[in-house]
């Protein structure tokens, strides 16, 4: 896997914008009103999961679970239906990568 691949969030509160990049070795997070961006190698990864669910206790989130306990990073998400698979191909992509070993 070597193609760049970005995955733009979009929130109603435009402070919680957020960009996923991956280049097939490696994932960043930018924005999502935090200060700092986040790098994550796939190989410090274990697997990347999104969930859908929505309710008293659950939201919507991307993880990518860390090897060994490691560099772990949640990320709550907004979305609507019609993105879901875009964001499960951005997962499947960087879980190929993983299992691949990149």
Not at 45 to 59: H, P
């Amino acid at each position: 896997m070597s193609d760049w691949m970005e995955l733009r969030l979009e929130h109603k509160q435009p402070a919680l914008d957020g960009l996923l990049t991956f280049d097939g070795q490696v994932v960043e997070a930018f924005g999502f009103n935090d200060v700092r961006s986040v790098r994550m190698p796939v190989r410090l990864l274990e697997k990347v999961t999104v969930s859908f669910k929505s309710g008293l206790i659950a939201q919507p989130n991307i993880t990518f679970e860390g090897r060994n306990g490691g560099l772990g990073f949640i990320q709550p998400i907004e979305v609507s239906d019609e993105r879901r698979p875009e964001i499960e191909a951005f997962a499947d992509a960087v879980n190929a990568a993983i299992r691949n070993g990149a």
